[in-house]
């Protein structure tokens, strides 16, 4: 029998500093909060959650301009001051995909050299500095 090794994405740590726009599959609109985020999903920080399955649509603002997708939602979990909510993307604006993508590995910490060490490289944007 083979046996398969599932990698997960690399992702990034925002911390809750970017602000996201959700829209329902029923039209209304929610203001998240983006935790996690990497190029197959995230984690939204939201004050009422969101059922599990639900079709949502996201934007958020980054250094490398405005990102667009679609996504599902996973089980919510309870946060201190709301609920933790995990997605994962289901479609993305046209550029969208290859964007995150950069922009989640610009900001991965940079494998050592034999005279490198990690975390030497300087912010390249305003993300990173958290």
Do not use: W
């Not at 039209?27 to 909060?33: C, E, F, I, P, V």
């Not at 667009?68 to 550029?95: C, D, H, N, S, V």
């Amino acid at each position: 029998m083979t046996q398969f090794r599932q990698v997960r994405a690399p992702r990034i740590n925002l911390r809750g500093s970017v602000s996201v726009m959700v829209q329902l599959e029923n039209g209304r609109h929610l203001s998240a909060k983006l935790h996690q985020v990497s190029i197959t999903g995230g984690m939204l920080e939201l004050t009422n959650y969101v059922n599990e399955r639900t079709q949502i649509s996201v934007a958020f603002q980054i250094e490398s301009g405005l990102l667009q997708g679609k996504a599902e939602t996973f089980f919510p979990l309870r946060g201190g001051t709301g609920f933790m909510q995990p997605f994962r993307f289901t479609f993305f604006a046209p550029g969208t995909r290859k964007t995150l993508e950069r922009e989640v590995n610009s900001r991965l910490p940079q494998r050592a050299g034999p005279s490198h060490t990690l975390g030497t490289r300087p912010p390249s944007s305003m993300l990173d500095s958290f």
